[in-house]
């Protein structure tokens, strides 16, 4: 039993997301705009047709993010692809300009898809208010601002919790800062801060123990290359799948070498899809075609002709298909017996034709 009471099924703007409903699929947009508003919006379009329910911003900028300083603090040190940058350039480079958001929320009202965003401090908080976004995405470095996750989850909608960099204990508290305002509807995402992440480090094997200990729907925020490791998360139960899109990778940008490709993005959709059929639930129930197939199983049959009152041996009776005849477990038992009538090669044997 989970020692927390939420919502096993959380609903947001038209889905519900939940074990056995369909996968919610989240473009994660970040950087890959490139500072060019064209292009943010035919990333839209892209995890439109691509198949996507929803598109995610990150709504910050250089200066809510962190301070513009030159101390060694502020440079980026810790074997990523972006070792030797300044934080407050690197933010500078890949923040989604504010004046774009509504515009971009409201294009992706057009097309159908869900948008929402990263907070990052609580500007942003508002003016998400502001925009009616209908979720609050918590990235794994800001899942300790416990202040931040408290503000989020007073606003009544669901709360997506990244867990990147976070022990145990951290994951307790960004839920517990949730129930504490009232707020149930809370996901947590399997993920992995490294940019890309080592297939061997995924650990997917977690997500069934999350989503038991904490009662708690659960996903995978992805950041490795191609869509194996979000098929691998879908079958262990992950009722959401956050990735990258990009238009092209060779565009570069901060988050280009790690994203999918309009088409890859596609690919994993329908494979997503694909396994959600076939991964069905827990039954032994037999579809109406393997009832037919069942006609084509072995039984006993009469393989010589056999006459009345005669014994059944090995040489007139075996088990063969198709399956019209007595169960093959019954075989040892029927041997020495006597036939109640004559019987031809080629007859399944009957309960009545034992005498």
């Known amino acids: 039993m989970s020692r927390y009471e939420l919502n ?6 038209g889905h519900v997301i939940g074990r056995g409903r369909p996968v919610y699929i989240v473009a994660e947009m970040s950087a890959n705009h490139l500072q060019d508003y064209d292009r943010a919006l035919r990333i839209l379009h892209a995890a439109k047709e691509a198949g996507a329910d929803a598109v995610k911003l990150q709504t910050y900028t250089a200066d809510t993010i962190t301070i513009d300083s030159e101390k060694e603090y502020f440079r980026l040190k810790r074997g990523t692809i972006w070792d030797g940058m300044n934080l407050h350039s690197l933010y500078r480079e890949a923040f989604t300009p504010w004046d774009w958001q509504p515009k971009l929320c409201e294009e992706a009202k057009k097309l159908g898809l869900d948008c929402f965003s990263s907070p990052f401090d609580p500007t942003a908080v508002e003016f998400m208010e502001e925009m009616g ?4 995405k918590i990235a794994s470095y800001e899942i300790t601002d416990i202040p931040l996750i408290r503000l989020c989850a007073s606003k009544g ?4 919790l990244a867990t990147g960099i976070a022990l145990e204990e951290e994951i307790r508290a960004a839920i517990e800062a949730c129930l504490q305002e009232g707020n ?5 995402l399997k993920c992995v801060s490294a940019y890309p992440t080592p297939y061997e480090d995924v650990n997917l094997n977690t997500i ?12 995978l925020s992805d950041h490795t290359f191609g869509h194996a490791v979000a098929l691998g998360a879908v079958s262990l139960g992950a009722c959401m799948i956050e990735k990258h899109l990009t238009l092209a990778r060779a565009d570069g940008g901060p988050d280009g070498s790690f994203s999918m490709e309009p088409a890859e993005f596609a690919e994993m959709v329908k494979n997503v899809r694909i396994l959600e059929k076939a991964l069905g639930e827990r039954s032994y129930k037999l579809t109406d075609k393997q009832v ?3 006609e084509g199983r072995r039984s006993l049959f009469v393989v010589a002709d056999i006459r009345k009152g005669e014994s059944f041996t090995p040489e007139n009776i075996r088990s063969i298909r198709p399956g019209y005849g007595l169960p093959p477990a019954e075989y040892e038992e029927l041997l020495g017996r006597h036939a109640a009538r004559d019987l031809e090669r080629g007859e399944p044997l009957k309960r009545e034709d034992l005498a």
Do not use: F
């Not at 096993?8 to 703007?13: D, K, V």
């Not at 149930?184 to 947590?188: F, G």
């Not at 069934?208 to 996903?219: F, I």
């Open 208 to 219: 069934p123990y999350l989503a038991e200990e904490y009662g708690v729907v659960c996903g």
């Open 157 to 160: 909608k669901p709360v997506i």
């Open 8 to 13: 096993p099924e959380i609903g947001l703007a």
């Open 133 to 136: 976004m209908p979720a609050y």
């Open 184 to 188: 149930r509807n809370v996901i947590l």
């Open 292 to 294: 037919t197939e069942r």
